[in-house]
């Protein structure tokens, strides 16, 4: 969702995620671009 809201790349949607989190004091874990790409087409409807 941040990725179509900021318009941003895997890879910046990845970074933005984990400084906000890190700001935040989260411990929580980041799926790395790879898996965010993978989820992308199957939350687009589309398959690889």
């Known amino acids: 969702m ?3 809201v900021f318009r ?3 890879r910046q949607a990845e970074g933005f995620e984990v400084g ?3 700001l ?3 411990t929580l874990r980041v799926p790395d671009h790879t898996t965010l790409s993978r989820r992308s087409c199957s939350f687009a409807g589309r398959q690889l």
């Open 2 to 4: 941040l990725r179509l």
């Open 8 to 10: 941003l790349t895997l």
């Open 20 to 22: 906000t989190l890190r």
């Open 24 to 26: 935040l004091g989260q």
